[in-house]
């Protein structure tokens, strides 16, 4: 049967009014080791402003400005940036099929600023279970299958792969920072290397000092800061409750990543380079990371930020990265890694474990050899995902404003 192209208003699933207020369908659900929403984007008001309110009722910001210590018990979002993320999210036809076309949100618990200008590899594959489960996105009933997904905040483009058994259910896997098996999603990035900044090596240096320290600023997925843990007297090793209550630490490891920042030239979503106030409130770039020898069978160790507060685990696009930083000859992760297999001057998939707090990331590299660097074809991550819950969220402090236009969108929808 062949999926509908307007899923919502056939099955329900769609704006309304109840008790005098606005009501939005929404998929709560987990990618990886990360939480959020999933949002059908049509129904959106177009206005980024609206959309914007509306994203702050949903996930329980302040409206505006900062308010320390808010807990977000008026919204879905729940402290950390990994249970802040929003996405929203259309299928396109293309050549090759329908394809998810998603665009990520990123919000923080104690201010109304949205950042979007990174995407999120761990949430990301939630969009094909998500595609499915509202029939947008038809597969087979048994087997593998590939679903594309393009990001619009950096360009990525990504080929999940999903497979179900001959009664029809998922394949499921389990992953370090989650308990238990569930449907298991392969995401493989396509040419990700300078997705955000155009650029591997985006000071155009493979070593930079830094406030005192040796960093790589890498471009893979996301742009990232690794630094030698060694430098600020940590192994790489240490509990990530640890490090974010070593005062000391924090200071400098925030100096490091505002300053190379600012020499990575990172820009804002409408592309101005970003300031040192951005820098100084981002709550997704640069990542940050500090690396040292492995002690438990991988290529190296890691302990992550991003950057404004520690990761459980490892977030999967700083996995991506990191995996092709440890391939680079002369970067701070390539002097602490062992055990890598070479890099030959054809394409080869490279295997690279990386351990973190929740146990070890596995990733894959497909890359070569080039002049003095590297080429990156592709770089591989394995999450599971699962639906929490889907269902309506009432918006019971909406402007006028933001009902009318979202009432104006579902129309056009069902239409």
Known sequence: MKSPMFPISQNGFSPQMHAGVMELPVHYMRGGTSTGVVIWEP?????????????????????????????QITGLGRGPATSNKVFLARVEDTPSGRQIVSTLAQLASDHSDIDWSVNCGNMSSALPLWAIDMGLIEVPAAGSFDIEIKNTNTGVLTVARMSRDVQGRFMNAEIPGVSGAFPRVDLFLQSPGGNKTGALLPTGNVLDTIAGHNVSCVDVAVPMVIADAASFGKTGHEAISELEADAVFMAKLRRVWIEAGLKMQLRRREGELMSLADLERSETIPKVCIVGAPRHGGHIAVRYFTPQTGHASMAVSGGCCLAAACLLAGSTAHAVAVGLKGISATYSDVEVSIENPAGMLDTTVSVKAHTDSIDIRAAAYRRNTQILMRGHVPLYRASVQLIEAMETAAKSVID
């Open 43 to 71: 129904l959106l008001p177009r206005d980024e402003g609206l959309r914007a309110e509306l994203l702050r009722h949903l996930m329980g910001v302040p409206l505006d400005g900062n308010q320390q210590g808010n807990r």
